[in-house]
């Protein structure tokens, strides 16, 4: 059974930063990455990273998140960087390979405080 676990999500002044974690048997997806979901709010593309290309952002991230793989440590990583209260959310990794479904990790929470 795929499973995807996400860590390092908590609680962080403005401006400050946060990195999460999520570990899987990320060899099995050509695509990956970050959603994440605020109360209220539909679900965002955060990051994805697909096969060997550049990664890809959401415009209200790009410059301050940053997504990788650490293939050594089947982890994939996003370093979030001058965190702003707008970026409060749970975040949610995904891994997607062809002729199969999405799969999600349960969510870690990151909140930011004003």
């Known amino acids: 059974q795929v499973q995807l676990v996400e860590s390092g999500g908590g609680l962080v002044q403005t401006g400050g930063s946060l990195r999460l974690s999520c570990s899987g048997p990320?060899?099995?997806?050509?695509?990956m990455g970050w959603y994440r979901q605020a109360p209220g709010k539909q679900r965002e593309m955060v990051a994805t990273?697909?096969?060997?290309?550049?990664?890809e952002y959401a415009d209200s991230v790009k410059g301050r998140f940053t997504v990788s793989r650490d293939n050594s440590e089947n982890t994939l990583l996003l370093q979030m960087n001058s965190l702003k209260p707008e970026d409060t959310a749970v975040y949610l990794c995904?891994?997607?390979?062809?002729?199969?479904?999405?799969?999600w990790g349960q969510g870690t929470q990151v909140t930011v405080m004003s």
């Open positions: 995904y891994g997607f390979r062809p002729f199969d479904r999405a799969y």
């Open positions: 990320l060899g099995i997806f050509n695509v």
């Open positions: 990273l697909t096969g060997p290309r550049a990664p």
